[in-house]
């Protein structure tokens, strides 16, 4: 494979009352390591509206994590699934991500923390390649 595979990372926060809104509570932009970046606080807005908010993203967007090859993006994702896919695996468009099947439970609260996964920088065959690989 000659280009690196991407991997950038979210997240989203349900809570009972939030899913009762049928919204998150909170959600971001997350990082190995349990760091995340919550592009649903007031911070945030607040930098929405002095920089605008493309800008605000581009400014928090993490680094994406990088892999050489298809095997080692695939050993990545396994390890933190199992996961729902956004499409089929034969789907072509290049916007497809994996999301966590059962997210981290807070059982005090009820909050459910599921991550996402985006792949970025991949032609379509690749892009099959890891979705099929990981579902």
Same mark, same amino acid.
């Given at each position: 494979?000659?280009?690196?595979?991407?991997i950038t990372?979210?997240?989203?926060?349900?809570?009972?009352?939030s899913?009762?809104e049928?919204?998150?509570? %909170?959600?971001g932009?997350?990082?190995p390591? *349990?760091?995340?970046?919550s592009?649903? &606080?007031?911070e945030?807005q607040?930098?929405?509206?002095?920089?605008?908010? /493309? #800008?605000?993203?581009? %400014?928090?967007?993490p680094?994406?994590?990088?892999?050489? &090859?298809? /095997? !080692?993006?695939? &050993?990545?994702?396994?390890?933190s699934?199992?996961? !729902?896919? +956004?499409? +089929?695996?034969?789907?072509?468009? *290049?916007?497809?991500w994996?999301? #966590?099947?059962? *997210? &981290?439970t807070?059982y005090?609260?009820?909050?459910?923390?599921?991550?996402?996964?985006h792949?970025?920088g991949? %032609?379509?065959?690749?892009?099959?390649?890891?979705i099929e *690989?990981?579902?």
């Open positions: 494979m000659s280009n690196t595979i991407k990372m979210t997240y989203d926060v349900v809570t009972p009352e899913a009762e049928g919204c998150t509570e %909170d959600n932009f997350a990082e390591g *349990g760091w995340t970046y592009i649903a &606080d007031e945030f607040e930098r929405c509206k002095a920089v605008g908010r /493309e #800008q605000a993203l581009k %400014d928090m967007t680094e994406p994590l990088e892999f050489e &090859d298809t /095997e !080692e993006a695939i &050993d990545f994702l396994k390890s699934g199992p996961f !729902e896919a +956004s499409c +089929s695996p034969t789907c072509d468009n *290049g916007h497809c994996l999301t #966590q099947a059962d *997210g &981290d807070d005090s609260t009820g909050a459910v923390t599921r991550l996402s996964f792949l970025e991949v %032609d379509p065959a690749t892009h099959r390649e890891i *690989g990981v579902l």
